[in-house]
């Protein structure tokens, strides 16, 4: 039993990505590709879904990725401004298969479709790196 306790002691600090996607292969996808780079992720098929999940974690996020058009009412584009209000160091990546002719807020990178998927893999990878060395210059 006592094996258990420093694991769930380190289990906060571990980076999140939120994928907000409503096309189920393609979340799926991302979500298999994120995980494979030490990242816990949270997926959501709404804009208004995923708003929630920022509201209550959007602390331990390094990441979201959404596509523009998604189930509900909300598109990405919107959803990446309130993402920003909730977490300004998140990097944010927003994609489409079509132009993107609303503008993004600052810090937010669009990415065309299709997209390669060791791009995906590097972004988190970079985010992950960022956010840990971050927390360690915060401790010192």
Not at 98 to 107: A, I, N, R, V
Request: net charge negative; aromatic share 4%.
């Amino acid at each position: 039993m006592g094996q258990s306790k420093p694991f769930e002691r380190s289990k906060p600090s571990r980076a999140t990505a939120l994928i907000v996607e409503d096309d189920p292969m393609q979340r799926d996808m991302i979500c298999l590709l994120l995980e494979e780079s030490e990242l816990d992720v949270i997926e959501c098929e709404s804009a208004e879904a995923a708003e929630l999940v920022l509201e209550r974690a959007a602390g331990s996020l390094v990441l979201m990725m959404t596509d523009v058009q998604l189930a509900g009412n909300m598109d990405g584009v919107e959803l990446a401004h309130i993402a920003r209000k909730y977490n300004p160091e998140m990097g944010v990546i927003v994609t489409s298969g079509k132009p993107l002719h609303q503008e993004l807020p600052d810090g937010v990178e669009f990415w065309a479709k299709p997209w390669a998927p060791l791009d995906v893999i590097r972004t988190a990878e970079r985010m992950v790196y960022e956010r840990r060395h971050h927390h360690e210059a915060r401790a010192r």
